[in-house]
């Protein structure tokens, strides 16, 4: 039986409605090749903080080495609080160094094709290589963040990973992570607390002003319709 095929044994059995620790439990038993991808966001925390017990699921991070310093102070402080090991992937070096020769450090800013080219390079083929031999992959993604995303389910098939994507937070509120957050004394980016919403790479990312849409602060030079970074596509 394939990976796709106990997928959709899965999504047949009813454990979206379960509280978190009841779903980790059925996919661990079913599913021995777990990870879970930090950015070290707010819902990225509260997911770290869940799975304090869970040593056995795989956390990583994706340094694109044009992250902000909090973000830095906060994984710091992550792993000073929960002691539980995060792999970090970096790019390729030569490939970044050749696309950076070729059009320049900031060439993200000149076109939609260049900076999902610099998203791909930071971002995309090292999530690949995370990704290799693992059956289900945990994510912070909520319905909030992008319309994109407002049709997601809880459990979804990444085809183009060949992986099992689960969204524990998909129907949570910014509220109910922040209050999460505050009630567990969790460690979190400052930025947030300075409008930065969706945190990502320092060059592409700003604070969002009252009213604005949740991504307008990332790649805000682009369409609203071409803000993702491929990691997570709909499909």
């Not at 899965?10 to 990870?35: E, H, M, N, V």
Request: hydrophobic share 35%.
């Amino acid at each position: 039986m394939t990976l796709e095929d106990e997928f959709n044994k899965l999504i047949k059995s009813d454990i979206a409605g379960l509280a978190f620790g009841d779903q980790l439990a059925y996919l661990k038993t079913y599913f021995p090749s777990i990870c879970f991808s930090t950015s070290f966001s707010y819902e990225d925390q509260v997911i770290t903080h869940l799975l304090k017990e869970h040593s056995e699921v795989t956390v990583f991070t994706l340094d694109t080495g044009r992250l902000f310093d909090q973000t830095y102070d906060t994984w710091n402080l992550t792993l000073a609080k929960y002691g539980l090991p995060i792999k970090a992937y970096y790019p390729d070096t030569i490939g970044i160094e050749n696309f950076i020769n070729e059009h320049g450090p900031d060439c993200f800013y000149q076109s939609v094709e260049l900076r999902k080219k610099c998203c791909w390079l930071r971002k995309v083929a090292p999530l690949k290589r995370a990704l290799i031999g693992k059956q289900v992959w945990i994510t912070g993604l909520r319905a909030e963040h992008s319309t994109n995303r407002q049709s997601m389910r809880q459990f979804e098939w990444d085809e183009d990973n060949q992986i099992i994507k689960f969204h524990p937070l998909l129907n949570w509120t910014s509220t109910m992570v922040e209050e999460f957050i505050k009630n567990n004394n969790i460690p979190f980016n400052p930025l947030h607390k300075q409008g930065y919403v969706s945190i990502g790479c320092s060059p592409c990312t700003r604070a969002i002003k009252s009213g604005e849409d949740f991504r307008a602060g990332r790649w805000w030079w682009e369409d609203a319709s071409k803000k993702e970074c491929g990691l997570h596509l709909k499909q």
